[in-house]
């Protein structure tokens, strides 16, 4: 399987980008959804997807960051956050990475103006309270018994669940997985 070439004049129409999106157009390339956990079976060279990686990597945490605005929804993977193309873009020059011609006209044009009706998603700029966390860890718990995941070995627990999270399109490090992990039996705890 290789890529597709874009479709720009597709994508042009579009009001609205996911980063995921946006970083494959760089390239020329035709977005498909987990495109990082596609890449095992794409027929490209192992520098090329590897930069699609680190771009990735670089626009989740200019979005964690603040230097690349979320304009739509913003999801728990900072990959699926909805971004205006002109947004994107000017992020993107500003990293000093290459804009295809088919899409350099969008750079000059004004960011659209958010109508009052869209509702911003409460996860927006809106940490977990104490309480919040704990009821989210427990959920956690409940639902790794069902599945039968053993989250007493946090790190084994957590290989089992990115790779999941890979599958799903939202993917999230093993580090990650296990840090959180290693907060169950307390929240267990405090909750009872």
């Known amino acids: 399987m290789r890529f597709k070439k874009a479709d720009y004049e597709n994508w042009l129409r579009r ?3 996911t980063l995921e999106e946006g970083i494959q157009l760089l390239f020329g390339i035709e977005p498909i959804h987990n495109v990082v956990g596609s890449l095992r079976r794409i027929q490209e060279p192992e520098r090329f997807k590897q930069e699609i990686i680190t771009r990735l990597d670089i626009g989740g945490r200019s979005i964690r960051a603040g230097t690349l605005k979320v304009d ?3 999801y728990a993977s900072e990959w699926a956050c909805e971004l205006y193309p002109s947004t994107f873009l000017k992020w993107a020059e500003s990293n000093g990475w290459e804009i295809p011609d088919e899409l350099a006209g969008i750079l000059n044009s004004p960011e659209p103006e958010q109508p009052e009706s ?3 998603s409460p996860m927006v700029d809106r940490p977990l309270d104490t309480r919040e966390r704990r009821t989210l860890l427990i959920i956690i718990e409940a639902l790794a018994q069902i599945a039968k995941v053993a989250t007493d070995s946090p790190y084994a627990a957590a290989k089992a669940i990115a790779l999941q999270t890979q599958q799903l399109g939202a993917a999230v490090g093993e580090k990650t997985i296990a ?7 307390e ?4 909750r009872k």
């Open 15 to 17: 009001p609205i980008w």
């Open 118 to 120: 869209v509702e911003q």
């Open 72 to 74: 739509g929804n913003h």
């Open 187 to 190: 929240a267990l705890e405090n």
């Open 179 to 185: 840090d959180k992990l290693k907060e169950i039996p």
